[in-house]
């Protein structure tokens, strides 16, 4: 029995758009599903396929795609580097690519110029800086910025302490 999962790209993209619905119904970490979205999205995918796909192999996709996104960032945005207009990959002079390829072979693993598929779902997912990922839910609620001492229509004077300090030893 083979357990390897075969991703084709509208089963991808169904990964993809759940996740997404996911991260806005705000059932997202820091950069990546919580436990509930996961569930939602195993169940959602697996009624939306049919295929019986573990939520590990969702898991491990989501992961890949996530890698792949950010080493093709960071090639489009290191120093020297610049994005070909015409096909959407990165364009560098012969040197960059000489050195990278050496880096390449020393690594064993091949760095992709071309744009990702699904490159706007990544976006909408990992965001383009790290501020961009979305809002976070926390054990507070949705955090809003909350100034440490009165604001415009709510002033607190630090001179008037409505309740003096107890002693209580």
């Not at 169904?14 to 950069?31: A, F, G, M, V």
């Not at 959602?44 to 795609?65: D, Y």
């Not at 744009?115 to 976006?123: I, T, Y």
């Not at 955090?143 to 300090?165: C, H, I, K, Q």
Request: charged share 25%; net charge negative; aromatic share 8%.
């Amino acid at each position: 029995m083979n357990n390897r999962a075969s991703w084709d790209e509208p089963t991808t993209k169904i990964l993809l758009d759940l996740c997404i619905e996911q991260k806005n119904q705000l059932n997202w970490s820091d950069r990546c599903l919580t436990k509930l979205g996961w569930r939602n999205v195993h169940s959602r995918f697996r009624a939306e396929t049919g295929l019986q796909l573990g939520s590990k192999q969702l898991q491990n996709k989501l992961n890949n795609l996530r890698r792949q996104f950010f080493a093709w960032r960071a090639l489009e945005t290191s120093s020297g580097l610049g994005r070909d207009t015409q096909t959407g990959g990165v364009s560098a002079d012969a040197t960059y690519w000489e050195q990278d390829q050496q880096d390449t072979q020393a690594r064993s693993q091949p760095h992709s110029v071309k744009p990702l598929p699904f490159l706007n779902e990544l976006f909408e997912l990992y965001g383009h800086e790290p501020q961009d990922r979305g809002t976070l839910l926390s054990a507070g609620g949705i955090r809003e910025d909350t100034p440490s001492m009165g604001t415009e229509g709510n002033f607190v004077d630090l001179e008037e302490d409505p309740a003096p300090a107890s002693s209580a030893c």
